[in-house]
């Protein structure tokens, strides 16, 4: 034990749980869970997708309630009857689904957690104060609709912080932060553990976890099966505690350049698009191609115009040009997203919840809603109605392909841990053998071991010879899945260079904006790319 994490475990608890138990019918989603936690301590809560990570704070905050088990505060036992109750407590949290107004801005989503009589303006300045006192920057007057992900977890951090919490809750705080992003989040939370503050840190990043936590506690099915200290282990022996074998380590033949003549899967010629609200970002002229058995990868800084590129590739916003977008040669800029799914194209949206899937929808229903126009056949009769077998015979393909993890047969979508629901709507698009699949942050808070299965599964698909796109803030999985990189920067895309020539540096640089060729598009095998940088 090191020094520093012998001396907080021995120090009085602000937080113990003792014997927490929650059932969901006939799931047991934490089964005796014991953990303390130390005044001015990062301590992680591990675990694979499912484990009852998120179950465990759920109760820790009010917003579930335990069947057995007790939580003791600064040794006095209590209930947590709801959120208000935690935070009157001095507990904080900060969702891994954030729970914002879109239609609001930043500011009076603050004051309605608040809830009190306080100015709005008043309530602005607060937050504009902790956001730089803590390194977190945000624009209160914004609307939150318009923000990237990334920004509104600033929000919710803020938010968080502005009601002086001892203990602060963070549900996978860097799954969708760029790496410079989640250096600033780490100099915020060592500030506050300087303060004295304590936090318990939900992540799939081992190498953050050693980096910042003082302790860990390893959930598996529910059960604690270790305490640890992070910096004591490896990544992998962190990663071995948790799924209880190996990680699959990613096999990846490379590609060759495709035979002259070939036609891409996705032409992207000149999209350009003027802002579709008052802070989203212009599209500047972008061309870009993917060819059938590559893997594109999209590097950038959230909120460079990522999500309003996705929108446009997916169709959720079509163009007013048909030829700015072909997918297999068909002009496809004005079709919406079964249009395109009709041509073969697949997607996988950033937002799982609300977005990729409707939460109180079963997974079943889920599968219908993307697949009802591409595969009308296989899934709906003749006068319209619903083949239920069929659905259910592919709903199982999928779990069993992506080692889903559901209490019951065909729960509710919300009812998925995070991790899990991802890997389902990834196995949804994959199930259809899609000529072209466009994911934005495919394993977003994922676990390691599914995120090596969804990275294995994008390149698999690929290499029998679909072409895919992969958005993602996240360089090593970039570096680790892609044939090719271009960068998305201020709307614009630089032309893309071969992975194997880049490295995360020359990457971090060209999303600062320092790449100066742009428009361009390169294939693989082409020469001369690299050295451009
Ligand atoms: N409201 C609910 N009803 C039924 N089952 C639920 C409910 N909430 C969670 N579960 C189940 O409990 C188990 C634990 O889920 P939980 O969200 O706590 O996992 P997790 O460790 O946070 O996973 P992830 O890393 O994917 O977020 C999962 O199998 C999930 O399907």
Redesign the pocket.
Known sequence: MTDAAATKSQLPALLKVEGIT?V??A?K??DCVDLDIAPGEIHALL????????????MLFGS?HPDAGSILWRGQPVTIANPMQARALGIGMVF?HFSLFESLSAAENIALSLGADVPLAQIAAEAQRVSVEYGLPIHPDRLVGELSVGERQRIEIVRCLLQKPELIIL??PTSVLTPQEADRLFATLDKLRGEGKSILY?S?RLEEVQRLCDRATV?RH?KVVAHCIPQQETANSLATMMVGEEIHRIERASVSAPPAGTEPVLEIDGLSQPPTGPFSVPLENIRLQVYPGEVVGIAGIAGNGQSEFYEAVSGERPQSSSSTIRIRGTEAGRLGPSGRRRLGAAFSPEERLGHGAVPSFPLSQNLLLSRHASDSSTYLGPLGTIRGGALGRTLERIVKALDV????RD??A?????????KLILGREFDRSPALLIANQPTW???AG?AARIRQEIIDLARAGAGVLVISQDLDELLEIADRIAVMSDGTLSKTVPADTVTRETLGLMMGGAAPERHHDQRIGQPGEAGEI
């Open positions: 929650k969901f019918g799931l989603a934490n675990g694979e997708n499912g484990a009852g990570k998120s179950t465990l704070v759920k579930l891994q549900d996978e939900i799939h959930l529910g993890r559901k209490s019951g729960p509710v919300a009812s998925l841990s995070g991790g899990n629901l991802q808070g994922v676990d599914a």
